[in-house]
Each structure stands twice: as C-alpha cells, then as structure tokens.
C-alpha cells in the first residue's frame, strides 16, 4: 500500500484492505472557496482542511483523510469576485452523502472538521442527524471560538504579540498558507485590513465589503511561517485528543 492517509490516493482494493487490518475512522474537512484578501489564495480554507485532515490521521495512526469538502457557505463573500458558495442545505446533503458512503464501506468513526466560519453551523446541525441514520459515530469539531482560540494561541507561542478577536485572512491565516504553501502568498500584496473587534452577525448579515473594503481582517504582515506550523501543530493535538476520547468512550 502507498505511504499515505489521503484517501483518494489510494485503490479500491488498498481500502479494503485497510478496513480489514483496522484502519475504522475518517477525517472529512469542509473548507471552502472564497476571497482570503489580496494575498491569499481563494482556496485557504481547503488547504487549512487537506493540511489538518492529513495530520489528524496521520497522527491516529488508524485512519484516514477523506477529500475535502469545497466549496461552503460563503454568501457573506460573494461582493468578492471568485468565491463560490453554496446553500447549507445542499452542503448538509453533501455531508450526509460523504457519511453514508463512509459508513456503508464499514468505517465505524467519522470525523468532521470546518476550516471555514460559516460551516460551522450546518455542520453541527447535520451531524446529529447523520448519527442517526448511520452505525458509524459521528463527531463534529465544530466549535469556532475554540478554533480561533487554538489559532491565537499558536502565534502566541510561536512569538507573534498579535491577537485576533475575528480571524479572516489576517495574520493567523496568512501563517499557516506560509507554512504549507508558502508559493501561494503574495507577498507583495500584503496589506492591512479591518482590525479591532468586528460584529460577526454584521459580517454575516450585511456581508464583509460592509466592514472591509479588502477582504481582511486583521494585519497580515503579522504572519509568520512558524506561526502557521505551531497554529497547525496545536489544532491538530486537541483534536486527535478529543478523537480518541469519543472512540473510546463508544
């Protein structure tokens, strides 16, 4: 078998193989396509979620990282050219679908991760729904202020003074594209955007052209690749932890 948790790299027979010698649980991140700025790529938060689903698993030692969900709900971004959204019925359909696939195949424990903020919600509303109608556990680490504070606390130890109240293509962000993909960041076009606290219920309803003109909210140029590697490193630890208290306890 290949040396790798990726799911999509591997056969149909290598799978089967796999759940036959133990491998039971599936990491599914739901990230999206939308705006990051003028530095970042539009594709952030599916690289956030391809980065933390492979680590997870990898970290699991008896899983693996399904393809990540994209796009998500994203209307609030859509002033934005480029960002592609979808309704959160469709992307609860689409999670109810990836479950039951999983499920059928015979992996007892699915785990949903959400890199981006307005997932989170329907997440946590199909999760339980699907647990009903599958055998398989479902699990949603789906707990934004969780996450943002996971995310603040790795610049913190990575040395970065510079705390984020609402995280979107600023400093946190921007660390962790440095980190995986580094290629991607437009250096040149790093700027400041809206900083301080911002209404998230402003952001949603009247969208984020409303509070700010680039896209950004907080400074970029904050961001360090180191940061992004000890942000990544911290999400994927209290993760792979609860993960392995929820299939223990099932």
Do not use: K
């Amino acid at each position: 078998m290949p040396e790798t948790v990726l799911l999509e790299e591997h056969t149909w027979p290598e799978v089967e193989q796999a759940l036959e010698d133990g491998t039971r649980t599936a990491v599914v991140a739901v990230g999206s396509v939308e705006q990051h700025g003028p530095h970042l790529p539009l594709i952030m938060d599916t690289l956030a979620g391809d980065e933390l689903a492979r680590r997870i698993a990898e970290r699991l030692g008896d899983a693996v990282a399904a393809p990540t969900i994209r796009p998500g709900c994203s209307g609030h971004h859509m002033d934005f050219p480029g960002t592609i959204t979808i309704p959160p019925e469709t992307l609860m359909d689409l999670i109810r679908s990836y479950c039951r696939s999983l499920d059928e195949h015979g992996f007892e424990h699915l785990v949903l991760v959400p890199t981006h903020g307005g997932n989170f919600a329907p997440v946590n509303t199909v999760a339980p729904e699907v647990a009903r109608e599958v055998d398989a556990t479902v699990l949603a680490l789906a707990n934004l202020d969780e996450l943002m504070g996971l995310m603040n606390e790795g610049m913190r130890a990575a040395g970065v003074d510079y705390e984020e109240p609402v995280i979107h293509a600023g400093a946190a962000e921007t660390a962790i594209v440095l980190a995986v993909a580094e290629d991607l960041v437009r250096i040149d076009e790093l700027e400041l955007g809206r900083e301080g606290e911002v209404s998230v219920t402003r952001l949603l309803s009247e969208g984020f052209r409303a509070i700010t003109e680039n896209g950004v909210l907080g400074d970029p140029r904050e961001g360090t690749a180191e940061a992004g590697e000890e942000i990544l490193a911290r999400i994927t630890e209290a993760y792979v932890q609860r993960i392995e208290a929820e299939r223990d306890a099932a």
